[in-house]
């Protein structure tokens, strides 16, 4: 794993890029929706480091990293094996604490896409199987899981759960013990009251009932260019789940989830320009290029 003095040149080199805007001196393994995964020293690793948003101060990280630990041992006692994971934090002259997930890297062909694209059918449906055997066992009203494919690979022959730093936790009365507003604050200020009131339930919702979790992790395979096997897990899930899903309402479900992730990244992206070019400011958030969303104009079918 890294190790503590590793971690201030990674940050300084992150700040850098965030300064001029240029990331050509990152190893970008992967973005996220809301933060991006680096690979440290090395383009190769051996370390992946997931740069968190910045924590006002040490009592709110500390308030996650407890929540961070609760969702580890969650998923463990739910039988989910999670990539080897942890936390390490660095206290900035401001008071304020920069966090950063810290995993092993794991070779792109381990990674769940990776695999179904090569896969035949047999295999490919073991492995969509097996992640819906997740959702079954996982997910209920306190405990939420984010099933979709590009959250999984192998390591040492088994599947685990490798996208762990947004803790789907909730108390009994439903109430989320993740701090959303901490992963709200790369929004525009002004975008943010919207989020909160018409966005942020049906964003997590979907992650703490086995229905809508398979049906988020069908429209997913839309994204990954794999909707050849959206109609082999719809049969999967339906087996599995005792649920209802099909294919057109997949692509439904993907439609309206692809519109709003990209109203929330446009919305990031023009926060972005004015803070650079007009406020004068350095934007503090790495984010992503353009993401294809576009569904795909293939038909699934039965395989």
């Known amino acids: 794993m890294i190790t503590t003095p590793d971690l201030p040149r990674l940050e300084q080199a992150v700040e850098r890029a965030l300064a001029t805007g240029d990331e050509s001196a990152l190893h970008v393994l992967g973005y996220g929706e809301i933060s991006s995964v680096l690979a440290w020293p090395e383009a190769s690793g051996p370390h992946a480091c997931k740069r968190l948003p910045i924590f006002d101060d040490e009592a709110r990280y500390d308030a996650f990293r407890a929540c961070f630990h609760d969702y580890l041992d969650a998923l463990t006692k739910a039988g989910v094996a ?14 304020r604490i920069v966090a950063y997930c810290i995993q092993p890297v794991l070779e792109a062909a381990a990674l769940a896409p990776a695999q179904l694209r090569t896969a035949d059918r047999r295999s490919g449906r073991a492995l969509l199987g097996e992640i819906v055997g997740y959702i079954a066992t996982t997910v209920r009203p306190t405990l939420g899981i984010d099933a979709q494919l590009s959250n999984w690979a192998t390591s040492r022959s088994s599947l685990v759960y490798i996208d762990i730093t947004t803790p789907l936790l909730r108390d009994a009365a439903g109430r989320d013990l ?9 929004l525009p200020a002004a975008f943010r009251p919207v989020v909160r009131r018409f966005m942020l339930a049906d964003i997590l919702d979907p992650y703490f009932a086995a229905r809508p979790a398979a049906l988020d992790l069908a429209g997913n395979l839309h994204k990954e260019g794999l ?5 082999d897990l719809v049969a999967i899930a339906n087996e599995r789940l005792g649920i209802d899903l099909d294919v057109a309402e997949v692509r439904r479900y993907y439609r309206s989830d692809a519109r709003r992730w990209a109203l929330l990244q446009r919305a990031r992206r023009v926060d972005r320009a004015w803070q650079r070019r007009v406020r004068r400011r350095a934007y503090p958030f790495l984010l992503p290029g353009h993401v294809d969303r576009r569904l795909s104009p293939r038909i699934e079918r039965s395989r």
């Open 82 to 95: 999670v990539h080897d994971s942890r936390l390490e934090a660095l206290p900035r002259d401001d008071g």
């Open 178 to 186: 993740l701090d959303t507003e901490l992963f709200m604050a790369s």
């Open 227 to 231: 909707v050849d096997w959206v109609a």
